[in-house]
């Protein structure tokens, strides 16, 4: 349904705007399914993953996959992290817009006394706080969004050091709105983004492709030897796979019997379609036996 992207320097109120972002959302009817994303609902500490870029990359590439995972087109997700770098930003923008949803960006403008003043109170009351030496190779390294970028907007700002977060915030309401209103041919201030070539994923074979084609390659095994039984001492070289299917001629190259045919654990299977002479080749070769079918 909908990535919602919460940036911000650290300390920054970014915690408190998602959740009071998520209880509005969760006021709406009808009421959507809504999931935060943050370093604490992974089990990761804050001076542990950005310890060193190292450990932050990795921190990125975490949040990223469980982002990955968690979107769908019936939910919403609120990414509670610092999401600093604007190249980082423009990846989760990316994932969005593979999965067809819409896409905002949350900015906690908070100016850094402010967020130092906050990170210094929260370690003193025994919270979760930064190191001071993270603290401000964060605050140094901070990329400000910017509205005019495709992966920043649209773009809602929040002053928490001006102006108290609520729920009933202007800001709050004004992304449930995007968030929510309901998208139709003459919605212009709703944008979802739609997948292209490049970010759509490639189809790949089912799970249990293996499975269905070795139960296709017994079932034809089985009708081979249910055939020769009922061919009695008579040379069987003509069976019908039943009704709408076409039937099977085959040349035995090698003697066989029920047991031989029974071990399927061996068993490779070659598919060649000639279009010049029309003929569908199937084969199936297991030890010292092999059998051509064509498909008439």
């Known amino acids: 349904m909908a990535l919602v992207v919460i ?13 009071c972002l998520a209880d509005a959302l969760q006021a709406t009817d009808p009421k959507p399914t809504v999931r935060i994303i943050d370093e604490s609902s992974l089990h990761l500490g804050r001076n542990q993953s950005y310890a060193d870029m190292p450990m932050e990359k990795n921190l990125r590439g975490v949040l990223r996959s469980e982002v990955d995972r968690s979107l769908s087109k019936s939910s919403i997700i609120i990414v509670d992290s610092l999401n600093n770098i604007k190249g980082y930003r423009y ?6 817009r593979a999965s067809g949803i819409r896409y905002c960006v949350v900015f906690c403008d908070t100016d850094e006394d402010s967020c130092g003043e906050w ?13 001071t030496k993270i603290f401000e190779d964060l605050v140094r390294r901070f990329e400000k969004p910017d509205g005019r970028n495709r992966w920043d907007s649209p773009l809602f700002e929040l002053f928490p050091s001006k102006d108290e977060i ?6 709050i309401a004004d992304a449930v709105s995007y968030l929510t209103k309901k998208v139709d041919s003459k919605s212009r201030d709703v ?18 492709s293996l499975y269905v084609m070795d139960r296709a390659t017994q ?10 039984s009922q061919g009695l001492a008579g040379a ?7 009704q709408h299917l076409p039937a099977i001629s085959f040349f035995l190259e090698a003697k066989w019997s029920f047991s031989s045919l029974m071990v399927s654990q061996d068993i490779s299977l ?7 002479i029309k003929l569908y080749t199937f084969s199936v070769y297991y030890t010292d036996i092999c059998f051509l079918f064509v498909l008439s």
């Open 191 to 208: 944008r979802v983004l739609q997948p292209t070539i490049a970010t759509q994923t490639a189809h790949t074979t089912d799970a249990n």
């Open 236 to 242: 069987v070289n003509r069976i019908s796979l039943g």
């Open 166 to 171: 609520r729920q009933s915030s202007p800001v």
């Open 7 to 19: 940036c911000g320097q650290p300390c920054s109120g970014k915690s408190t705007a998602a959740a």
């Open 91 to 96: 990846e989760l923008w990316c994932l969005a």
């Open 119 to 131: 990170n210094r109170k929260r370690g003193e009351m025994g919270e979760s706080s930064y190191d």
């Open 219 to 228: 079932e034809v095994i089985n009708m081979i030897v249910e055939a020769q």
């Open 270 to 276: 070659e598919l060649d379609f000639c279009r010049l």
